[in-house]
DNA sequence: CATGAATGAGACTTCATTCAT
DNA sequence: AATGAATGAAGTCTCATTCAT
């Protein structure tokens, strides 16, 4: 349910609902592909199969257009987020149900309307970015809630900010699908499953508290380990 | 020592290198500021205080410019890892001095700078990529390094393709420039290095190699806990 | 039947096609007038009485339109000769005509395009010449036909190769439009007419296969009184 | 002996001498390989060696330098010939001297700078065309004189203006030349003196006076025959 | 004298946006 | 309601020309 109300002039008809909804497709496509400034208004109307002129009778520019393209794309993933979280799964489920979503859906244009809303987000000529932190905040609310109640629970390690554990969370996945798209390898559904279980069981392994004797135990054995190798390296040539 | 010289008559005396400095610096503010396209070499040659034909007569165009920009700023922050990089410390050690530059460099001036290379590097129709491939290689070079070493001594998990690891640690540290960027905050120093040590502790937590039989009896107890609680909570209404 | 078309999105109306015939007149002047560097889109449009982005909507540059400016000439011309050509006419009748025509269409609205065609169809840098090269076996063909028959029924000399004659009827064509324009004479019908008559007497006579034997005949009485003449010199001041 | 006096401040010395030299033989070059708007003045420069502000130290813009280009060009042809013109040979001699040194000069770098002259004689923007007339007059004087005598002693044809006989020979020669130049063939020492030797066969026969009942009845012999070719034709089906 | 360096003026081209039909 | 057509505004880039050193 978008909460964006906006245009002039929009014609309220039946019809025109899926007009909006095309030329709004045809927008996400065009952005995505070719970011903010290469997409340009004569594309856009093609890909919709409409003229130039009725795009802007639906949008009041080609801003409104890019900002509704963007808030749309976030409403779909917070969408996916609530209707299918398993609300009664454990804490890591939960988890695991969160990183393969995100995964999945930024699969289709994700790289690009990433790319999109960092470059618009960030320009100060437009009231965007308000919008923007809103939505932001509620697509990454599902998660903040999950971790704050593993927290609750003592399996999240609480000794970090919230909001540093969220980064560790969607930093790695928008990396690896950047990394995907730069080297331009196509991922198939079953890489993403594969890589998602990956990053399950890493983040996973991340998020847990510290066992903090056993932590620096492993870490005085590491360190005794390395010094005894350099000393051992002390006595050759360097190679 | 900078590979790139190109233009159609670039001046080369002592002045000029000034000149030259003056120009790319005043090209990353901008660009930095408006992104690639909403840059606009008239606003370039204002910041520098020279005329717009002097810029070209430095660099032969917008997109020259532009990539050297970005190649300087990748040597700059290359430079300051196989500068600072403590060849001595542990691998512990120097993974955490990789995590801390990255981020004082990326935080202190490089938000916009990194948006350019996230937003332009990606879209094919600059050539920018090509470069941009090399530079990239060359910056993760260190840390691709530090992991390798790591896994060699068993000090760094290898159960997971190295790329992921990378991914594990560069993502979270864009996602949060990134934040930063979107809710216009500027960290200070002090916030940097405490951030810097948080995402340390946890990435290197990451990075373990996991404890198998460990791993397995927490989730067990995780697990066992978490039914219980659920099992208690059946009597109760939904809070 | 016009086989250009091209631009982004050219309109393609019914009054469409009087705007690209005012733009192609409008072109066809400024371009014979100033050649084609000196010519600005901004003076086309303004002839055309439309702006300059008009005209970019209707041709994708200005080499576009200079191409079918001189396309279009052509076009008229080759015209001109196909329909009008007496096909029932002798060799000599067919030969006036060509010349006539050519002179006409060249002396009353050519001047200038010859000049572009001539100035532009050299240099390798536009690649108008390709397109020129086509038109200008096209355009030469009537002629080409017209002495070829006119070889084959023995009315006209095979002695110099075909290419050879070519030049000896359109070389002074053109020069005497290159006079007409250096010295800014504007030629009237009557003159043209009667230069056109001249021309055929002159151009037939050289086209005529030689007659070996009277030509040898010719000449040495030339030759004797030549000498003879200079005998009589002799004792006289050189005058 | 040039007649051309210009630039507001050209140095007097022998050394100067030798630099306007050169960059009138760097600007004859690049005019005549690129036409008067894409050469420009760097390419110049670099071509004769110097910078781009010295060349306007000699000569006081690009208009002027091309100005002396040409007319430089139009003394040299014009010295050749009137310091080799035979005088004392016969006028069909004389003619074939103008004939092949015209040719011969002109294929260095002819076609380039006729096009030049073409298009910069034309514009109306500078007062090259009153020095132009004037050269254009000197340099057809030779044939011009030649033509006259010829005339005069009944071995030239009076029965037609003599700016038309003019054009008779200049035009096919430049039209070879063009010819060559449009098919990129570079034509030999050798190609050239036997073209010369063609066209002044052809042309000769062209300047003979007619022989008016010869040429009479060997029309009337050619109509003959057509008729009955065509006479014969008519029974059979059109081919 | 020669030139390195700077620039004003202007060219082509693109595109979001408007408006009459 | 939809669009064909037109355009103002702006941007990148080039080059002849000037001037201090």
Redesign the pocket.
Known sequence: MSTHTSSR?T???V??QQ?VKDILQAGRDVFAEKGY?????????QRA?????????????????CARVIADWYDEIIDAFETGLPREGTVRQQFAFIVRTHLRLMLVNGTGLCALVLSEGRSKQHDLSETLTELQRRYTAPLMDVLARGQALGHVRSDVPLRLLRSMVFGPMEHVLWDATLAKRRLSQTQIDTTANELVEVLWAALQPPDVKLAALAQFRQDVEEASRRYEAQGKPIS
């Not at 400034?37 to 109307?45: K, L, M, R, V």
């Not at 795009?55 to 409104?64: A, D, L, N, P, T």
């Open positions: 002039r014609p309220a008809g019809k025109s007009r400034d290469a997409a340009t208004s004569a594309e856009i109307a199969g409409i003229s130039e002129a009725t795009v802007f009778s639906y949008f009041s520019g080609k801003r409104e257009l």
